[in-house]
Each structure stands twice: as structure tokens, then as C-alpha cells.
């Protein structure tokens, strides 16, 4: 008996590839936990995602459905899983499910399934679509932003903007065109991807960084951890990041979660301007896939937000260590085909 | 003109800057300068320690210091200077 607390959780987002999910990074800060002793069922997507074969990190894994055939069919089939293994806590990790699983909360919570999730109506403000009235309510510097449905939109809007702009997906993907041709191209190639509308954002010329954060949901910042991409890659994913010591962006975290009362996990991206201001572009409403960095500095915030779903008392961390580097690496993991087999015929392994 | 407080010096002459995350590799007359910086010396004291070691003029000293000086403010490794 090693006297921690024997938790089943769920996790999604166990495609560790080179456009990475949080999934392992996730289960790796849970596996590491000091209080809880855990089974974690996998629930993937599609069958190559690499973190369903991670026997040492996922004890059992489901095929679900995509919720865009329906938050029923996904909600069912989560509700179904957890019949056979009773699951204490689901940790979502995509961007596109999270809101199935906020509107199915109660249901979740009536069949003993814990979550903690943003409310949806923050879910919602915080949309790419509408941050600049987000910046306006909550007193954010926000680039201006405009979603844009078709490409023709592109050429009435032109006067609203000057080149380079960002174009960006609903859920994921941002390009920077530099002219009509390139905005073109991008639209198409993003529509095409993630559907409509596309985000066009005022380019701000700057460095990217970014926080890992989660709020309690009563405004307190339970932890927080800024990071500088080190090492970017072709998808504009972090390789590798460094924790930073800026205290005006712990400051600034601070401030949006107090005033949204944000519950759950969640990435601020940021870009400190030339001139040393702070510009707003993105709030992601989960768990990022580099979250294993606060862990590695001291913040275990997977472990924090499971404790928050269990209704456990949580102290909020104080400290990080500043200076700490993640890199990431590629790994080839050998399985047999009997096991893509199984997986693929009964959506179980 | 002073380093920023949380600027790191090892004494390989590897500088981290942990606001930014940037690191940069200084060569023994740099880390030099920097040390005695760090120790509080004024540039007068700075440069009649470089000269009195090194076989360098005043002058030129003072050239190749400003040069450095504007590196390190360009790198916002600098306290404001107000």
C-alpha cells in the first residue's frame, strides 16, 4: 500500500505527434502525483494516435466518436466507458470537444464522472471571433480582429487592415500573409481544414510567449508559468521552451483569471511588442500539450485541476523555478499489428 | 550603467536573461566588464582596469566599450537609465 488515493481518469488528446495533444504530457504530471494513485483510460480518435500503444502511459484506450457527429454520440459513448471502468475524473484536451463536454456536465457529474471545465459562457467570450470585445471588457491590449466567412470579405475589409496579417482557424492553425495572394491561399487552406469563419488578426511584430495557467473558478490563480518557445517548428509548436521570470505576466494572468473567474486549464498566448507591451492573441481554454514544463518547474497543474474536480482543497503554488527547458524529441515506438487490429475492430485496447 | 538584478553570469561567461529567455556567450573580457560592473565599478574604473591589463588605449578601450554598452541595452539587459 503506498496510502495514495486510487483515481480512474480519462484523457483525451493522446495524439503525441508533431502537432502534439496534451494528453501524454497530461497523464506523465498525473503519473508523478504525490496523492493519487492512477488508471488512465485513453480515449482517442483515430487509431495511430501514438499515445494509445504507450502501454507504460495509458493503461486501456477507447476509440470515441469526433463530436461533430453529435455531442450525444460522444457523451453516450464516454457514459458507456465508464460503466465498464468507472471514471473519477475525464480531462478533455482538444479544443473542439470541450464544449460537448461543458454542455454535458451535469450528466457527466450525475454518473460519477468529475470534470472541471471553464463555464461556457467564458468558453465563448474568449472565441478568437471575439476577442477584441473581450480585450474591451476585461482591459486586455488585443490586435484588432474580424472573422471572415468568404474570400471575397477579404477584399472589403482591406482598408481595416495593413499587410502582414494573421490569418487563423476556429480551433487551430495561423499563417501570416503578407498579400492578397497569400491571405487568399490561407483561407482557403484553413476553411478547408477547420471550417468557418477564418479569424483575420492585426499582425503585431513582437515575441511570442506564452502562460500556463488554471483558475479555480472563484478568480484565484491556483499556478501559473510563463514560457518562451525556444525551438519553433514548421507548425508554429513549441520544440522547446524555456520558464521565464516576468513578473507582468504572472501579473497579467493574475488579473484575467480574477476577472472571468476562469475555471480549469488554460494557455495564454502573448506577444511582448517591440516597445514591452503585452498583446493578448489567443486564450487556449485548456491544458497546454507543454504543460509537462510546469511540472518540471515545480507546478504540477494536472494533479491541481483533478483535485479541483474532486472538490479538494488546493493551495495555489507561489514558485517555479525560472530557467528550466523543455526540448522535445521525436520516438519510435515499436507495436504489432495485432494490436492496431484490436483496436481498430473493437475500438478497444 | 548596470546589469538588470535577475541577469545571470556563470563564470564560463554564459548570461541568461530569465525575463526573456535569451542566453548569450560572452568572451573573457566581456565577462570581464560585466563582473566589474556587477561589482558596482563606474566606467572610469572599468576602463583604467581594462587598460592597466590589457594592452589597449584609453581611447580605444572606451570605443570598443560603448560599442558593448549598446549591445546590451539593445538586448534590453540593462536597468532603465533614467
Keep these: ?349 | 550603467m548596470k546589469l538588470k538584478r535577475n541577469i545571470a553570469v556563470s563564470e564560463s561567461g554564459f548570461l541568461f536573461d530569465p525575463t526573456s529567455g535569451e542566453s548569450y556567450s560572452l568572451n573573457e573580457q566581456g565577462l570581464e566588464i560585466l563582473n566589474l560592473m556587477k561589482e558596482g565599478k563606474s566606467t572610469p574604473e572599468v576602463n583604467e582596469y581594462m587598460t592597466e591589463t590589457y594592452d589597449i588605449s584609453s581611447d580605444e578601450f572606451e570605443k570598443y566599450y560603448l560599442d558593448f554598452m549598446g549591445l546590451l541595452r539593445q538586448f534590453k539587459l540593462l536597468e532603465d537609465e533614467r
Excluded at chain 1, 507582468?248 to 507591451?277: Q, V
Excluded at chain 1, 523543455?326 to 507495436?335: H, N, P, Q
Aim: aromatic share 10%; no cysteine; glycine share 8%.
Design chain 1, 1 to 349: 500500500m503506498n496510502g495514495k488515493r486510487k483515481l480512474t481518469i480519462a484523457v483525451t488528446g493522446l495524439n503525441n505527434t508533431d502537432n502534439p495533444g496534451p494528453g501524454i504530457p497530461v497523464i506523465r504530471a498525473l503519473r508523478e502525483s504525490q496523492d493519487f494513485d492512477v488508471r488512465i483510460i485513453g480515449m482517442a480518435y483515430e487509431n495511430l494516435e501514438p499515445g494509445i500503444y504507450m502501454h507504460d502511459m495509458v493503461d486501456k484506450t477507447y476509440r470515441v466518436p469526433y463530436p461533430s457527429e453529435g455531442t450525444d454520440m460522444l457523451l453516450n459513448r464516454v457514459l458507456d466507458i465508464s460503466k465498464i471502468e468507472k471514471i473519477d475524473v475525464l480531462i478533455p484536451n482538444f479544443d473542439a470537444e470541450l464544449l460537448a463536454f461543458m454542455k454535458s456536465r451535469k450528466k457527466l457529474a450525475d454518473a460519477g464522472i468529475h470534470t472541471f471545465l471553464p463555464e461556457i459562457d467564458r468558453f465563448e467570450e474568449r472565441n478568437k471571433n471575439n476577442l477584441p470585445d473581450f480585450g474591451k471588457k476585461y482591459g486586455f491590449k488585443v490586435p484588432s480582429g474580424q472573422p471572415v466567412t468568404n474570400p471575397e470579405e477579404l477584399k472589403e475589409i482591406k482598408e481595416d487592415f495593413d499587410y502582414p496579417v494573421v490569418l487563423k482557424g476556429k480551433f487551430y492553425d495561423a499563417y501570416i500573409a503578407n498579400n492578397d495572394d497569400q491571405a487568399a491561399m490561407y483561407f482557403h487552406k484553413i476553411s478547408a481544414k477547420w471550417g468557418l469563419p477564418v479569424i483575420i488578426q492585426e499582425y503585431i511584430r513582437g515575441t511570442e510567449v506564452n502562460v500556463v495557467a488554471l483558475g479555480d473558478g472563484n478568480g484565484n490563480t491556483v499556478g501559473a508559468v510563463p514560457m518562451r518557445k525556444l525551438y519553433i517548428t514548421d507548425k508554429g509548436k513549441a520544440w522547446a521552451g524555456i520558464t521565464l521570470d516576468d513578473e507582468r505576466m504572472l501579473e497579467l494572468t493574475h488579473r484575467l483569471i480574477g476577472a472571468t473567474k476562469w475555471r480549469g486549464g488554460m494557455e495564454l498566448e502573448l506577444i511582448r511588442s517591440d516597445d514591452d507591451e503585452f498583446y493578448l492573441i489567443e486564450i487556449n481554454p485548456r491544458i497546454p500539450a507543454w504543460v509537462y514544463l510546469a511540472v518540471g518547474a515545480g507546478q504540477n497543474l494536472p494533479e491541481a485541476l483533478v483535485k479541483l474536480a474532486l472538490g479538494m482543497e488546493v493551495s495555489p503554488f507561489t514558485e517555479y523555478k525560472k530557467g528550466i527547458i523543455f526540448v522535445r524529441y521525436s520516438f519510435d515506438l515499436i507495436t504489432d499489428i495485432n494490436e492496431f487490429e484490436k483496436l481498430s475492430i473493437s475500438g478497444i485496447l
